[in-house]
């Protein structure tokens, strides 16, 4: 399902008058399978969301491969975009739209059409538990609601890979376990694969298959929970002694089945591998030897020992907060240079407005709204000649234009309006018109509307200028 090979990432900053080039990502090699969950973890500005946005089409590798969905990233954007879902840590909701309307827009961009959208959308509310909140605006739910409905706007268009960006940041416990069962249910009942950010280590542990690991730009593990903690050494054996005088005896006699062993007071620490088998008879020589214990304490490996050991550093210690969006040498940072393109934290916005799109999507949509400004440019002449009186000519203008504007969705998104409004608003041939303009800057030149809508701009000028050239010739006759 993903796949890269030497992914890399730099950035130019400054440094007074001199440049300075920063390898945010160093060769990144990575493989996801279908249907896995995977954990992606690492320190602040150790890569994670550098190595996302390359992922999900959002920055452009300046080395490397990467093929997503089937797709690489570079050369077919567009269709790597229109299988995945991606939920981004600062979420793509705006606060005084209805939830209902976010997410029906969200469809459309993707080629749905408005009842298909509004059907989908209906559907993820109930299964990701948003009764009732339709009608919302965002900025009245819920921290948890909000981020659910995140989710269900990356996952309107069913796409086959989400990727989640920290999704559980900031929610309270019973929020988060509450999330965490939805983003397991992506896998248990719609068979998608997860590739998850996190900086929660028990969030990882919880919902991972398999768990990866990046730090300074580079992988530096791939495995299983398990397979990590096995790797760190054993279980961590904490032995405290009533008398401080036999604490050195303690640590020597732990130091015949155990490896780092340390002295701490009245504490001796050390990792012994199967603690469960090998402590036991320490147990007993220590009894056997008269040497009595305040306190006995085995821990299981976590992941941030695991992290500790793979990085020098614990995770927790890195910060719970996450990479800063938009660090020195970043695609947002004001110092930043020479950047192959441009990065967003509104997925959402930046398709909408043709992020990567080609050269020719781009020059169609030019033509699509030229054809369209001709049409109406030959039918205001032809009516100014047909009435004989400018007088005459702008009421009928309005009458006619405005409700068409409004019914094609160009000064509002039609989903705000009644339901009998927007299936009328379905057979409006400017609504196609104006949806196939936004789509052919994403490249997306299969899109029914893309086609219909193309073919209603080239149907409409004609039909505008024979009646416009009909006119003149009477009156020049």
Known sequence: MIQARG???TFTTREGRAKKEVRAVDGVDLDVAEGEVVGFLGP????KTTTLRMLTTLLRPSAGTATVAGFDVVRAPAEVRRRIGYVSQSGSTGSFARAGD?????GMLYGMSGADARRRGRELFEQLDLPGMWTRQPRSMSGGQRRRLDIAMGLVHDPTLVFLDEPTTGLDPQARANLWQHIAGLRTERGATVFLTTHYLDEADTLSDRIVVIDHGRIVAADTSDN?????GGDLVDLEVVDPGRVADVAARLGAIATGVEVEGR?????????????PPLLRDLAVAGTDLATFEVRRPTLDDVFLAL??????????ASEDPNPPGSADSPDRADSPTTDTSRPTLGYALGMDASAGGAALGVVLTLLMGGACAAASNALALTTKSEDVMAPVINVVMMPVLLLSGILLPMTLGKQWLQDVSDFMPVRWITDAVRTSFLGEFGNDRMLWGSAWALGLFAAAMWWGTSTFRKEDA
Do not use: C, F, M, Y
């Open 7 to 9: 992914l890399v990432q």
């Open 267 to 279: 504490h001796a620490r050390g990792r012994v591998p199967r603690a469960a088998v090998a402590v």
């Open 311 to 320: 990085t020098g550093r614990s995770l927790r210690d890195s910060g719970a």
């Open 44 to 47: 602040n500005g150790a890569g």
């Open 228 to 232: 990590l903690k096995a790797q760190v």
């Open 102 to 106: 976010e997410i029906v827009d969200h």
